[in-house]
């Protein structure tokens, strides 16, 4: 079965510094990984997702992820956070022709000044 | 573009009474629709995936007749809490998807509390 890790609940950062949380996947075949941003009380929204190709994928508000087949893992980055970065990040996976989701319990971001 | 609206965002009711929650794809046509429950610090629990004009699929442990989804057009599903208990209140968000396309847009979310 598959699943998804997200092994940091929550992280603190400060303001400017630069952001990385791991996700980690277990799937047999060829994942479609997403990452989505959740602030309270709100839907998710997608930042980001791999199907094929260049394994590090730009999304939106500066925020990047990179696929390492090798090591299963599908690590969201950003150079220097911002205030309104704060919120819950959530990694899932899917593939091909697999109408569901799996998805990670979520990793909340607190910046700090 | 890949708007997803739910309505309405805040619902109180009592004890024993239905509720409906809209889910539309704003921009897009939704060949399938997927609804969730949140608890509080868990992971999205899928409930049920509905394709337009087709009989919902639930997941494993959920009560098909109480919670009754409708998927009647390509950018409209909706969820009936039947009986509302106190027990339901969650927060239930959707997600669109468009066919041919591996990628969930969800709506902003709905609380219910059920008094």
């Known amino acids: 079965a598959q699943s998804v890790t997200q092994p940091d609940i929550h992280i603190t950062v400060s303001e400017g510094a630069s952001l990385e949380l791991r996700c980690n996947y277990s799937?047999?075949?060829?994942?479609?990984l997403f990452w989505y941003v959740q602030s309270p009380g709100q839907g998710l929204q997608l930042l980001l997702k791999?199907?094929?190709?260049?394994?590090l994928v730009q999304g939106i508000k500066g925020f990047e992820a990179e696929f390492k087949r090798s090591q299963s893992s599908f690590n969201l980055r950003k150079p220097s956070v911002h205030w309104s970065d704060a919120a819950e990040y959530v990694c899932a996976v899917t593939n091909f022709g697999n109408e569901k989701l799996t998805f990670g319990t979520g990793t909340r971001l607190t910046i700090i000044p | 573009g890949a708007v997803v609206s739910q309505h309405p965002s805040r619902v109180i009711c009592k004890s024993g009474t239905s509720v409906k929650i809209e889910c539309r794809s704003l921009?897009?046509?939704?060949?399938?629709m997927f609804w969730y429950r949140q608890f509080p610090k868990k992971s999205l629990m899928l409930m049920a995936t509905?394709?337009?004009?087709?009989?919902?699929?639930?997941e494993q442990g959920v009560e098909k007749d109480k919670f009754l989804i409708n998927h009647a057009s390509l950018t409209l599903s909706t969820l009936t809490v039947t009986s509302a208990h106190p027990e339901d209140s969650s927060f239930y968000i959707c997600?669109?998807?468009?066919?041919?396309?591996?990628?969930?847009?969800f709506g902003p979310g709905t609380r219910l509390t059920v008094l």
């Open positions: 799937y047999g075949a060829t994942p479609y």
């Open positions: 509905s394709n337009e004009g087709s009989k919902a699929t639930y």
């Open positions: 921009d897009f046509q939704a060949t399938t």
């Open positions: 791999y199907f094929s190709g260049d394994t």
């Open positions: 997600s669109a998807r468009a066919s041919g396309y591996d990628t969930q847009y």
